[in-house]
């Protein structure tokens, strides 16, 4: 069975940072591009942050561009997102998704950025 399983949403202040967690199962998950997405209230989905199969290639969203980062861990069957600086803006579900002859989304973690 396949899953994705996002963990580390939460609430935080402006200025703060969060760690997401993408756990993956039932698939090869070394053959997978991993990326972020997030949908904000009232929002479209948009793309936060992807990265290649092997980690080699990364990219992200010019509104996210250097506060966060995307990586994983292929031994793990993990992939990441560091987010800093976090901003109102950036307050939305965030989903993982992996991509390679198919597409599987996790089930989204809330990320909400508030004083």
């Known amino acids: 069975q396949v899953q994705l399983v996002e963990s580390g949403g939460g609430l935080v202040q402006p200025g703060g940072s969060l760690r997401l967690s993408c756990a993956a199962s039932?698939?090869?998950?070394?053959?997978?591009?991993m990326s972020w997405y997030r949908q904000g209230p009232g929002k479209e989905r948009e793309l936060v942050a992807a990265i290649t199969s092997a980690g080699g290639i990364t990219n992200y969203a010019d509104s996210v561009k250097g506060r966060f980062t995307i990586s994983r861990d292929n031994a793990k069957n993990t992939a990441y997102l560091q987010m800093n600086s976090l901003q109102p803006e950036d307050t939305a579900v965030y989903y993982c998704?992996?991509?390679?002859?198919?597409?599987?989304w996790g089930q989204g973690t809330q990320v909400t950025v508030s004083s």
């Open positions: 039932g698939f090869t998950f070394r053959r997978y591009a």
């Open positions: 998704k992996a991509d390679w002859y198919m597409e599987y």
